[in-house]
C-alpha cells in the first residue's frame, strides 16, 4: 500500500508542475483534465501523509518500549502502541476507499429530466412531487438549481421537467436516481379508495462541456415557437421557446423556461450536448458491466429502480433491497441515507473487483 500511495504522492507534484506550464494551459482540453486529476489526488495525498506519520510515531514509539530507556518513557510508549495501532487501522480502511477510481463524470454538475410514464394524470401529479423532492434536497445541500424547460399535465402536475444542478461532485451523488420510479397510492380522482400503481422515468445526465463532446451547428435544426404556460405576459407574445433537432442522432430538445429566445438556444444546447455525450458514457458503461456485473448500474434507465408505497409509508429501493419507513421525510428532501447507501454498495462492488487507483 505504501508503495502505491508514493506512487500517487509522485504523480501529484507531477500533476502540479504541469498545470503552472504555459503550454499546459494554452491547451484548454488537457489543462482542465489536468486540474481535476490534481484536485482527486489532492486528497489521497492529504491522507497518506497523516497516514505516514502516524506509522513514524508508532514505530518511534515501538522502538523507545523495546528500548533501555527510563521506566516512565516506556511505559508512555507502551500506552501509545494500542491507541496508535488502532488509528493507523482506520486510517488504513479509509485509505481502501479512497484509492477505489473515481468516476471522471462524478465531479460535473447535472441535467435531470423527470417524464410521467405510465398512470395518465396521476403520473403527471408525481412528477411534480418528485421535482418538489429534489428541489428540496438541493436547496437542503446548498445547490443551485434551475428549471430549463416545463410541459405541463392535463390537469394537474407536469407531463416533463428538465433541470440543471450545479454544486460540487453534483453528478457523482445523483447519478443512482436514473430510472423508473414507481408510485403506489390512492389518486385524488379516485372515488372507491383504491391504491393504484403509476411510473415516471427520471434521466440523469452529467452536463457536457465543450471539451467533452464537440456538436457542429450545420448538424443542428433550429425552429422557434411561442411558449405555453406560467412565466408571465411576455411568454406568449414572442417565440422565445427554441427546439433543437440534432439530424444525425435523431435528438430533439425543447427548452421554453428562459425569458429571452438566446437564453433558450444556450440551454438547449447544453442539454443537446449532454444526451450525446450520455449516449458515449452509456456505451463505455455497457463495455465495463461485460467485465463486471454493477447492481447500481446507471445505464439502464429502462429498469424499475424504486417504489414510493403511500399506505405503507415507505420507498424501497429495489437494486440494494433497501427499504426506509419515513416516506414524508423523504418526500420532503431528506434523501441522505438512501444516496449514501447506494454509493456504499458501488464502492463494494468495486473493492470486490479489486478496482483501485
Known amino acids: 500500500m505504501l508503495d502505491k500511495l508514493q506512487a500517487i504522492s509522485d504523480r501529484f507534484e507531477e500533476v502540479g508542475r504541469l498545470i503552472t506550464d504555459p503550454a499546459i494551459i494554452a491547451d484548454m482540453d488537457r489543462y482542465v483534465k489536468l486540474n481535476r486529476e490534481y484536485k482527486d489526488l489532492e486528497e489521497v495525498v492529504k491522507v497518506y501523509k497523516t497516514y505516514k506519520s502516524i506509522l513514524d510515531n508508532l514505530e518511534t514509539n515501538k522502538e523507545i518500549a523495546a528500548s533501555n530507556e527510563d521506566a516512565e518513557l516506556k511505559e508512555m510508549a507502551k500506552e501509545e502502541i494500542p491507541l496508535l495501532t488502532a488509528e493507523k487501522e482506520q486510517m488504513e480502511e479509509e485509505i481502501k476507499i479512497l484509492l477505489i477510481p473515481k468516476d471522471p463524470e462524478d465531479v460535473k454538475n447535472a441535467i435531470i429530466e423527470i417524464r410521467a410514464g405510465t398512470g395518465g394524470d396521476e403520473a403527471c401529479i408525481f412528477v411534480e412531487d418528485v421535482f418538489r423532492m429534489y428541489t428540496m434536497f438541493f436547496k437542503e445541500q446548498g445547490w443551485q438549481t434551475e428549471v430549463i424547460n416545463t410541459n405541463e399535465g392535463g ?93 444525425p442522432s435523431g435528438l430533439v430538445v425543447e427548452c421554453q423556461d428562459g425569458r429571452s429566445q438566446h437564453k433558450n438556444y444556450d440551454k438547449a444546447l447544453q442539454v443537446l450536448r449532454s444526451r450525446l455525450y450520455q449516449i458515449e458514457l452509456e456505451k463505455a458503461q455497457e463495455e465495463r458491466a461485460a467485465q463486471r456485473k454493477s447492481l447500481v448500474s446507471t445505464g439502464d434507465r429502462s429498469a424499475k429502480i424504486r417504489t414510493y408505497n403511500y399506505p405503507q409509508g415507505r420507498i424501497t429501493d ?7 419507513y419515513n416516506l414524508q421525510a423523504f418526500m420532503n428532501g431528506d434523501m441522505n441515507d438512501m444516496l449514501d447507501a447506494l454509493k456504499m454498495a458501488e464502492n463494494a462492488e468495486k473493492m470486490k473487483a479489486g478496482e483501485t487507483l
Open 155 to 247: 390537469t394537474k402536475g407536469f407531463k416533463e421537467v428538465s433541470l440543471e444542478v450545479r454544486g460540487e461532485g453534483i453528478y457523482g451523488n445523483l447519478k443512482f436516481e436514473s430510472g423508473v420510479h414507481r408510485v403506489q397510492r390512492v389518486p385524488e380522482t379516485e372515488s372507491q379508495g383504491r391504491v393504484h400503481t403509476s411510473a415516471i422515468t427520471v434521466a440523469v445526465l452529467p452536463e457536457a462541456e465543450e471539451v467533452d463532446v464537440e456538436v457542429n451547428t450545420k448538424d443542428i435544426r433550429k425552429d422557434t415557437f411561442r411558449a405555453s404556460g406560467a412565466g408571465g405576459q411576455h411568454v406568449n407574445k414572442t417565440e422565445s421557446a427554441v427546439r433543437l433537432t440534432h439530424i
Open 318 to 324: 429495489h437494486r440494494i433491497n433497501k427499504t426506509i
